[in-house]
């Protein structure tokens, strides 16, 4: 089974900065995405940014140009440096990967963390 553990919210002020981190773990063959959604209180899961194993980025566009994710796929992990953020950043945000799992048979897998809550105080 493939686990994420994620590591890095809290509490900033607007204006300051925080770094969301993911690990991910198990019989993990090849990630082919890792990702960052968030879900706000009272309102859905929306995605955040997304990284493919070669590097292409997805970003919603209400965090353009202020958050940045990065993946290492040696390590299986997955970060998103967030910037500038604001009030309406506040959610919980959930780490996603997608790939194949398995050593002598792959099958595919897409699995989501526990979630990590980010605020930030109005």
């Known amino acids: 089974q493939v686990q994420l553990v994620e590591s890095g919210g809290g509490l900033a002020q607007a204006g300051g900065s925080l770094r969301l981190s993911c690990a991910a773990s198990?019989?993990?063959?090849?990630?082919?995405?890792m990702g960052w959604y968030r879900q706000a209180p009272g309102k859905q899961r929306e995605l955040v940014a997304t990284?493919?194993?070669?590097?292409?980025?997805d970003y919603a566009d209400s965090v353009k140009g202020r958050f940045t994710i990065s993946m290492d796929n040696a390590k299986n992990t997955v970060a998103l440096q967030m910037n500038s953020l604001k009030p309406e950043d506040t959610a919980v945000y959930y780490c996603?990967?997608?790939?194949?799992?398995?050593?002598?048979?792959?099958?595919?897998?897409?699995?989501w963390g526990q979630g990590t809550l980010v605020t930030v105080p109005s």
């Open positions: 996603n990967a997608a790939g194949w799992q398995g050593v002598n048979i792959n099958w595919p897998f897409e699995v």
């Open positions: 198990g019989s993990i063959a090849k990630l082919n995405t």
């Open positions: 990284i493919s194993s070669g590097g292409g980025t």
